[in-house]
């Protein structure tokens, strides 16, 4: 099962060799503003999502990431990525099952 806080320490580390800034971002509550698209769910690959951005010219990629509660307190649940081009933000997110549950 993957530790997704050393995940997102490498997706960090490699957005930054590769030139992107990395934006520590918060998540938004509520429902999805238009003009979002969302990376396929079923694809886990963060190296993609982010070489996609690259070959689009984005300098500045947004990097989230939420802990869980109660038995995984301080533990990383959820990471999202993000990056925005012509007025079109791109979103890829990553969840352990336990923090769906929660």
Known sequence: MPDLGKTFDEISAYA???????????????????????????????????????????????????????KHSGEVGSITLAWSKDGIIYLFSQAEPWFEEE
């Open 16 to 70: 930054k060799s590769q030139g992107l800034h990395v934006f520590h971002g918060v998540p938004l509550i509520g429902e999805e503003p238009q003009g979002v698209m969302l990376w396929d769910e079923n694809d886990k690959n963060w190296r993609d999502f982010i070489e996609v951005g690259l070959a689009e010219g984005v300098k500045t990629l947004v990097a989230t990431k939420e802990y869980g509660e109660g």
